[in-house]
């Protein structure tokens, strides 16, 4: 295919210009086909960085990558609830939910597979039977739809927001009471790895906390959330100044484990095979309970979590 760059398009790198061009195609495969020699400027080899005159032909030769499929793995689950439609993980820290990233082994989904014999098929060959996620060093509880119509109808339920999910976290710094996390969260457009909440644009997010228990330097939370953005709780936390610890890339401080102290907690739904309304809780896993007792005797006898 040959594009035509314009004079409004003078400076812009060549590798952003093709991904706005081309939107179908993510950034990372133009910047691959870029390397391979696979985008001509004029006739010429380039790099990704090539700032643009604004009067060039610029000749992409697109060449598809493998179809992927996630493949069965015997990987070890703990399943917390299960019934004809739906069936609920608890999720170790470490574990992918589903490939990508240059990671296609070890992942939740290969677990699921050798484990179940029928998943919904919604979500295609590398994500069946996911209809929700959670980022890789959160722990806890995860839902998963068996069939396409427990997939759509869980769905729905998330987008009316009539899924109950409760995290425990423990933060940085001390937090007293109750409150509610209302900025609205944006990929942070000077590290593409992490979002942000502390510009004035983004998608609306809604999460409510309160303080559980206090120990020195840290504040045990119990996390509501009212929506299900991209690392919703830890870009939030941050952004009020109480990253969630361990969380090095949202600023926290460094620390003995492998791992930020963020878990789901308590999962709630309607089971789409009853009918009936599910409650399911994820016992704070054995790593964080060490965390926990390392920090000491709590300074307080506040609420403790509902299980």
């Not at 812009?12 to 691959?32: I, K, N």
Request: charged letters at 25%.
């Amino acid at each position: 295919m040959l594009l035509k760059a314009d004079e409004s398009e003078r400076g812009e790198r060549l590798d952003r210009f093709l991904h706005r061009r081309l939107p179908e195609y993510s950034r990372a495969r133009l910047q691959s086909w870029i390397r391979d020699g696979r985008v001509l400027v004029d006739g010429i080899p380039a790099r990704p960085a090539t700032l643009l005159r604004g009067t060039e032909g610029i000749a992409v030769d697109p060449v598809d990558l493998p179809q992927l499929k996630a493949t069965p793995e015997d990987i070890p689950l703990s399943v917390l609830y299960e019934d004809a439609a739906v069936v609920v993980i608890d999720k170790p820290a470490g574990m992918v939910v589903h490939a990508g990233a240059g990671i296609h082994s070890g992942t939740l989904v290969n677990a699921l597979l050798h484990r179940f014999a029928k998943l919904s098929e919604i979500g295609g060959d590398l994500r069946p039977g996911i209809v929700h996620r959670l980022d890789r060093f959160t722990s806890g509880a995860l839902l998963i739809a068996k069939t396409d119509a427990a997939h759509r109808n869980i769905a729905e339920q998330f987008q009316a927001r009539t899924v109950g999910k409760i995290y425990l976290a423990l933060v940085e710094g001390a937090l007293t009471g109750a409150g509610r996390i209302l900025n609205p969260i944006a990929r942070d457009p000077r590290n593409r790895a992490r979002m942000t909440a502390r510009l004035e644009t983004g998608r609306a997010a809604l999460t409510d906390w309160k303080a559980v228990e206090h120990f020195a330097g840290f504040t045990l939370l119990e996390i509501k959330l009212g929506t299900g953005r991209t690392h919703q709780i830890r870009a939030h936390m941050s952004a009020i100044g109480h990253p969630v610890a361990g969380d090095r890339l949202y600023g926290a401080k460094p620390s003995a484990w492998n791992r930020y102290f963020l878990h789901a907690h308590r999962l709630s739904f309607v089971s789409p095979a009853t009918s009936e309304r599910v409650t399911v809780v994820s016992p704070l896993p054995a790593d964080l309970i060490e965390w926990k007792a390392s920090l000491g005797l709590p300074a307080d006898a506040a609420i403790n979590p509902k299980s």
